[in-house]
C-alpha cells in the first residue's frame, strides 16, 4: 500500500482517480487548493506538504484565469514548485497531468503553459533519476461530473443538435475511467514512457460525440443545426469571460488545430487497448437524474436572470417608472399613507432593485433566494387588505406570486453547492 497524494484532488479528475486509488488499496489524500496551493505556497511550505507520500499526483489545473490562480501560476510555476518539492522531500514518483497539443511555444496560453512545466520536467530530470516522473498528455476527458460533459450533455439534449466549427476539427476523448486506471498502473510502478498521450481509439467531431450522448441518454434521434461561424465565435467570448466551462478562445483553438494522437503509448502501458467512449458509457447507463441535469444546464442561469431582471424591474417602476401617484393609491389602499408609505414604496423599490442587482452577480443565490421568498410573503400579506377585485382579476397580479415563489425555490436548489 503506497500513502498517495492527489494535488487538485478534488476536481473531476481528481476525485476518480482517487476513487480508483482507493479501491486499489491505497492511502490518499485528496487535497484541495485550501489544502496545498501550488500557486501561492512557498517552496519550504510545498515540500512539508509533500513529505512523507510515496507518490504525489498532479491534477490541478484550470480553463481560464481566475484572479490569482493564473494558467501561468498553476500550470507553469506552480507544477514546477511542485516538481521540485517532491524531489527535496524524497517523493518516490510523480504523476503530472498534462494536456495533449501541450507545448513551450503553443498557440494558446493554456498550452504554453502546460508546455512549459512539461520542459521543465525534462530539462530538470530528464531520466527520472531523482524522481521517477511520468507527464499523462489526455485529450477530451469524458464522465460523470467533468465540466466538458456536463456542456456536451446539455448540447446532446437539445430538440436539434447543434454543429459548430468545420468537419476536421478533431479530437479523440477518453474515458474518465481509463485514465483513473492508467494512474493507478503508473503508481504501482508499471513501465510506461515518460510521456504518454491519453486518448481515446477513434477521432471524432464535438457534433459526433453528442450523438453518442444523446443515445447514451436514450434520447430519440434527432436533425442537426450548423451554427454559424460568426455567432459561434460571439458564443466562445461570452462563455471565456463569464463561464469557467469549455466554452473558450483557448479551447476552440486547440480544437481547430487538431486534437489527436496515436493511443499506441497507452495501450501498452494499460495492458490492453482504451475503450472507446461508446463502450465506455454503455457500462454505466444513464439515468433520469442524467437526462434531467443535461435538460436543466441552460436552464438554470436563464431562471437566476430572468427572476434578477423581475426583481430590476420591480424596483425601477416603483421608483417612478409607473406614475408615483397610482403607487400611493395602492398603499393608501391597504393604510400606508404618508411618510411611511414614502418609507414603504421607495425602501421596497430598493431593495428589490439590489436583490435584482445581487441575484443578477451571482452573489449568494440562496441567500438571496429567502430574501425574495421574505418579500414576497410581505407584499402578499400587505395586499391582503386590497380590495377583492385585485385578487379576483383575470391578470391573477397577486396569485402569479405563488409561481413565483415556486421558481424561487427551484432556482435555490440548483443554485444550491
Known amino acids: 500500500m503506497a500513502r498517495i497524494l492527489i494535488v487538485g484532488g478534488t476536481g473531476f479528475i481528481g476525485r476518480h482517480i482517487a476513487g480508483r486509488l482507493m479501491a486499489a488499496g491505497h492511502s490518499v489524500q485528496a487535497a484541495g487548493r485550501h489544502d496545498v496551493d501550488i500557486a501561492r505556497d512557498e517552496?519550504?511550505?510545498l515540500r512539508a506538504k509533500v513529505a512523507g507520500f510515496d507518490v504525489v499526483v498532479n491534477c490541478?489545473?484550470?480553463?481560464?484565469d481566475?484572479?490569482?490562480n493564473t494558467m501561468d501560476a498553476v500550470h507553469a510555476e506552480g507544477a514546477m514548485r511542485l516538481f521540485s518539492a517532491c524531489i527535496a522531500a524524497s517523493v518516490e514518483r510523480f504523476i503530472h497531468i498534462s494536456a495533449l497539443g501541450a507545448a513551450a511555444q503553443g498557440e494558446t496560453d493554456y498550452q504554453r503553459s502546460k508546455g512549459t512545466a512539461e520542459a521543465f520536467f525534462i530539462d530538470a530530470d530528464p531520466?527520472?533519476?531523482r524522481l521517477d516522473w511520468r507527464v499523462l498528455r489526455p485529450s477530451v476527458v469524458v464522465g460523470r461530473g467533468g465540466a466538458s460533459t456536463r456542456w456536451?450533455?446539455?448540447?446532446?439534449a437539445f430538440p436539434v443538435l447543434p454543429r459548430i466549427g468545420r468537419d476536421d476539427w478533431l479530437f479523440q476523448?477518453?474515458?474518465v475511467d481509463d485514465l483513473a486506471e492508467l494512474v493507478v498502473r503508473l503508481a504501482e510502478g508499471a513501465a510506461s514512457p515518460r510521456m504518454i498521450d491519453v486518448v481515446g481509439p477513434e477521432p471524432m467531431t464535438a457534433y459526433e460525440l453528442t450523438r453518442i450522448l444523446r443515445n447514451w441518454l436514450r434520447l430519440r434521434p434527432t436533425g442537426a443545426l450548423r451554427i454559424p461561424d460568426r455567432l459561434f465565435s460571439i458564443a466562445v467570448e461570452i462563455g471565456g469571460r463569464f463561464t469557467s466551462g469549455p466554452l473558450n478562445p483557448d479551447v476552440m483553438k486547440m480544437l481547430a488545430g487538431g486534437n489527436v494522437s496515436d493511443p499506441t503509448a497507452l495501450a501498452a502501458a494499460l495492458g490492453r487497448p482504451p475503450r472507446s467512449i461508446r463502450a465506455a458509457l454503455a457500462e454505466e447507463p444513464a439515468s433520469d437524474a442524467d437526462r434531467l441535469a443535461a435538460r436543466l444546464f441552460f436552464l438554470k442561469p436563464v431562471l437566476r436572470w430572468s427572476l434578477a431582471l423581475l426583481w430590476i424591474v420591480t424596483g425601477l417602476l416603483s421608483f417612478g417608472l409607473y406614475p408615483v401617484a397610482k403607487s400611493y393609491e395602492l398603499l393608501a389602499a391597504i393604510g400606508l399613507t404618508g411618510p411611511v408609505a414614502a418609507l414603504a414604496l421607495y425602501g421596497g423599490a430598493a431593495l428589490d432593485l439590489a436583490l435584482g442587482l445581487l441575484l443578477l452577480r451571482g452573489f449568494r443565490p440562496v441567500l438571496?433566494?429567502?430574501l425574495q421568498l421574505a418579500s414576497v410573503a410581505a407584499f402578499t400579506l400587505l395586499a391582503l387588505g386590497l380590495p377583492a377585485d385585485y385578487w379576483l382579476h383575470p391578470f391573477a397580479p397577486i396569485l402569479k406570486?405563488?409561481?413565483i415563489a415556486a421558481a424561487i425555490l427551484v432556482m435555490m436548489a440548483l443554485e444550491a453547492d
Open 60 to 64: 490541478a489545473g484550470l480553463v481560464r
Open 43 to 45: 517552496p519550504v511550505r
Open 66 to 68: 481566475e484572479g490569482a
Open 368 to 370: 438571496i433566494g429567502w
Open 127 to 129: 531520466h527520472g533519476a
Open 401 to 403: 406570486n405563488l409561481p
Open 152 to 156: 456536451l450533455l446539455a448540447a446532446a
Open 173 to 175: 476523448p477518453v474515458h
